[in-house]
């Protein structure tokens, strides 16, 4: 569900060191008393993306949010908005509307009162804004509920009807505080849909903020992932999953096996790296910036590595090891075996289904091996 | 052996109201009739009962004696006969004083309510948005007048604004003329409305508190100034507030007897003093009877309205 990528500097700005950034967000702390929520976060924008701000509770997100829309002013650092400094601007003087989490859809009016009520705030004529709810409705599917009360609605109602408001007055930057947050799974997964399509035909920047990193890495063409303030890592849903530059990052995103290891080789085009918890030698077939003996980590993901009952080849007499099945949980699509290796570390790999009703499957306490590719895993110092 | 257990009576344990719920369910009654009759019985006996004595009494004219009012059974020859006198009611209406007093008491009512709105409103306002902490020291603040007798507070306000009071003293000191203000309306005013506003601020309070802040934002967001917001979300969410403590403002202040008695002047004519003198200087229990009758009338019909009104918000808000 991903944006589809064109040309990659239409549709990837961040790509292109010329671009003009849409939002600029330039050093920006904010502290409440002496609690630091975000601290000098510096991050750029581009028009039309759909930026994704991943983080748990209290890690500074939301505050960003609420910075970029006006109810905070930042402690220091500046905020700008297609070229203008908007730190301390108000909101109600901000090219930029937001989509709040609990939706804060005006109760004693109705859905065409709620998504009109920026509209006439702008004093436009009335047929206009007649026109324009009823198009709103249109696009968010809720021609006949036009004359109801939120309290009237099914949560993924009230949802539409908020973005549905936050969408009316064509805001250049659309700011969405865990706009699914309050869904199930199945109507969050047909209304991030919903979403990625009216923000491609619309054209508006959205910022979204979640915790959710499933959430993130479908919506995003942009995530970026926060952590006690800071940003850990700005980057695309393939960079951040395929190339954490972090335990945090990798071990946040998706699941991962991660062990620690001491650099023994070196070299320009390779690195090998000895790896007590794994059993094995790790053979990374390209450079890392890294010293000879220094103890780093190196995380795989599930599915990028191996399981065989018979000893595999490897790779310069490295990149396998042993253990023992200990357990599998069948997902259908894929199997997942929790697989103990010697040193009694425990490790998740995935295999795919990809025959029906196997029966010659790997099974409970089999001795297995496992192997992986030498450029499988991510190399992480820090 | 344990069939011998068994036969054992259980332990008596002291539960005296078990005997005594069971006596009362032997002749049909239950806990739950008790909880629903007790209220009944209490309102039966000191609202009702009383109610109609005095609506009784409103039907009778007055007569020298004890009580200073003619019966209304009398029997005479075997036959029991019954006069209901409706002439206190029609001097209501024919007499000039009460209809005056009515409408005075009305506006007076009326007057200091929207004065403790204003008021009450920005003070509930602010004690809504105050840190969490502050929250119940203010409104301990607000509620602690009423520590002290209602009687007191009143007449310690005669000491600020009598002719040498403490108002007048300061405004001597900037040589300003002393201002009369007691023994007028504007010391009625004063009086109902200094001790009626813990009444508007405390209903205020509780439905400001509950106001949802991401509302106010998300008007922000969609381009109202804090005016605009304050007139489209905030002042329209507080409107059962609004009818509640005006309400409790209102109807108290329709019968205030001890503030324009203690503060207001000959001319400031409120129906609980007409009440007052009727009973105690003219001794004209019938006729005072059917002032609280009607007062009672008028004060029940805009409860009523403000009721409907409020459950027509209620439901439109649903």
């Not at chain 2, 409104?139 to 209602?150: A, K, N």
């Not at chain 2, 009523?304 to 009104?309: I, N, Y």
Request: charged content about 20%; some cysteine.
């Amino acid at each position: 569900m991903a944006k589809k990528p064109q040309l990659a500097f239409e549709t990837r700005p961040w790509r292109d060191p010329s671009a003009k950034p849409f939002v600029r967000i330039r050093n920006v702390t904010k502290k409440f008393g002496d609690v630091l929520a975000v601290s000098d976060v510096s991050l750029d924008i581009y028009k039309s993306e759909l930026f994704c701000l991943l983080g748990g509770s209290g890690s500074g997100k939301s505050t960003l949010l609420r910075m970029l829309a006006g109810f905070e002013t930042p402690t220091s650092g500046i905020i700008e908005i297609d070229g203008q400094d908007m730190t301390a601007v108000p909101p109600y003087h901000r090219p930029v509307n937001m989509m709040f989490q609990s939706y804060a859809l005006f109760p004693h009016m109705n859905v065409e009162q709620n998504i009109a009520y920026g509209l006439k705030r702008d004093n436009m004529p009335a047929g206009e804004i007649k026109d324009r709810v009823a198009e709103l409705l249109t696009l968010v599917k809720l021609q006949d509920y036009g004359r109801r009360k939120p309290n009237q609605l099914s949560g993924g109602q009230r949802q539409r009807v908020a973005l549905a408001r936050s969408l009316a007055k064509r805001p250049k930057l659309l700011l969405l505080d865990e706009p699914l947050g309050a869904l199930d799974k199945k109507l969050r997964e047909e209304t991030q849909f919903e979403l990625v399509k009216i923000q491609e035909s619309l054209g508006v920047t959205f910022i979204v903020v979640t915790h959710d990193q499933e959430e993130a890495m479908t919506l995003a063409t942009r995530i970026g992932v926060m952590n006690q303030g800071e940003i850990a890592m700005i980057g695309e849903p393939t960079d951040i999953y395929e190339y954490p530059n972090s335990r945090f990052v990798a071990g946040f995103i998706g699941s991962v096996n991660m062990v620690e290891g001491i650099v023994t080789e070196d070299e320009p085009d390779h690195v090998r790296i000895r790896s007590a918890e794994l059993g094995a030698d790790i053979y990374v077939g390209h450079g890392v910036d890294c010293a000879p003996d220094q103890i780093l980590w190196w995380a795989i993901r599930p599915e990028k590595m191996h399981l065989s009952r018979e000893k595999p080849e490897g790779e310069q007499g490295a990149n396998v090891t042993r253990g023992v099945v200990e357990d599998i949980a069948y997902l259908g699509d894929m199997s997942l075996y929790q697989v103990v290796l010697e040193s009694g570390k425990r490790i998740r790999v995935s295999q795919t289904n990809s025959v029906r009703g196997n029966p010659h499957a790997i099974t409970w306490d089999e001795p297995v091996y496992v192997s992986w590719a030498p450029d499988a895993g991510s190399v992480l110092t820090v | 052996m344990s069939t011998i257990g068994s036969q054992l009576p259980p332990p008596r344990r002291l539960l005296p109201w078990k005997g005594l719920e069971r006596r009362l369910r032997d002749v049909g009654i239950s806990g739950r009739t008790l909880v629903i009759a007790a209220p009944a019985i209490w309102l039966t006996v000191f609202f009702l009962i009383p109610l109609g004595v005095v609506f009784a009494i409103s039907l009778a004219t007055k007569q020298f004696g004890r009580p200073p009012y003619s019966p209304l059974l009398t029997t005479e020859g075997g036959t029991v006969q019954l006069t209901l006198h409706l002439s206190n009611y029609v001097k209501l209406i024919t007499d000039p004083l009460y209809v005056a007093a009515y409408l005075s008491s009305i506006r007076i009512a009326l007057i200091s309510t929207v004065i403790t709105l204003i008021i009450g409103f920005p003070m509930a306002y602010a004690i809504a948005r105050a840190p969490e902490k502050w929250r119940n020291v203010l409104l301990m603040l607000v509620i602690l007048p009423f520590w002290t007798s209602f009687l007191l507070r009143v007449y310690a306000l005669t000491g600020f604004m009598r002719g040498n009071g403490v108002i007048n003293q300061f405004l001597g000191l900037f040589g300003i003329e002393p201002l009369v203000m007691m023994q007028t309306d504007f010391a009625v005013y004063v009086g109902i409305v200094y001790s009626y506003l813990p009444f508007m601020i405390l209903p205020l309070y509780t439905t400001l508190v509950k106001l949802d802040t991401s509302l106010l934002e998300a008007s922000a967001d969609l381009g109202s100034r804090p005016w605009q917001t304050f007139l489209s979300i905030t002042l329209p969410l507080s409107i059962p507030g609004i009818v509640a403590g005006s309400m409790l403002v209102f109807i108290p202040a329709i019968g205030e007897f001890v503030i324009p008695s203690l503060l207001g002047g000959p001319e400031t004519l409120m129906i609980g003093r007409v009440l007052w003198d009727e009973f105690f200087s003219a001794t004209n229990w019938p006729r005072a009877a059917a002032v609280a009758v009607a007062m009672l009338v008028v004060v029940v019909i805009p409860i009523v309205l403000l009721q409907k009104a409020q459950d027509a918000v209620v439901e439109k808000g649903k």
